[in-house]
């Protein structure tokens, strides 16, 4: 996969799932985007960043890091496979 198809991929991945803008990496000043789930007094926020042709991809429960949810996926697609099963194994909607 090309950079570009990747960015492109990515692009549309973000819009089509309702992610937002989040932040910058500091060191390569990147878009950081991320998504909330909340239900029930319990929160679930994905964020994703796309490097290269890699989505980077972690998940906080209730403000914390999940060390287990830290990973890369050679395509958003896979990315947003993970990430959705991530979701609803977790108990919330998507």
Known sequence: MTIE??????????????FTEAGYTRDTNKIIYHKIWKEDGTTLEVRMMLSGTYTLVSVKHNGKADPKFIRDYSSPKRAMSAI???????GFSW
């Open 5 to 18: 198809k990747a960015q492109r991929d990515f692009n549309q991945m973000i819009m089509r799932n309702g």
């Open 84 to 90: 959705r099963t991530v979701v609803l194994n977790a």
